[in-house]
């Protein structure tokens, strides 16, 4: 189950800024994910060349998420956090009226572009 505020099936944050002491390895522990797996969703071919900086996705970006709202989230803000159009979010989620989302909502964050001519 989904819990609100976060996006399946990893908690929120789904990407990490690479800092000073972080390996791939480290990363994959904290966030619970296989070394692997950071490898093929970031493109990366060598594990020991990441920089301080370098954003590293924490999830499959080829995966729609599911997001549960929580107070104060806005379409925009969710866009903007998991770097999505608005229009795609409110396309998929067939929302007449992006201000009126609620908390408890479930809303899917897809994966790939889906509006057209917004």
Do not use: C
Not at 83 to 102: C, E, P
């Amino acid at each position: 189950m989904t819990e609100p505020g976060t996006a399946a099936p990893l908690p929120a944050p789904i990407s990490h800024v690479v800092a000073a002491g972080d390996t791939l390895g480290k990363i994959a522990q904290q966030y619970g994910v296989t070394l692997d797996d950071l490898l093929s969703w970031n493109a990366i071919s060598n594990p020991d060349l990441i920089q301080i900086g370098q954003t590293i996705e924490l999830a499959d970006p080829n995966v729609d998420k599911e997001y549960i709202v929580v107070a104060g989230d806005t379409v925009s803000e969710l866009a903007a956090r998991f770097g999505k159009r608005w229009v795609d979010i409110a396309a998929v989620n067939k929302l007449d009226d992006v201000n009126l989302i609620y908390v408890g909502q479930k809303l899917i964050i897809p994966a790939q572009g889906v509006a057209r001519g917004r």
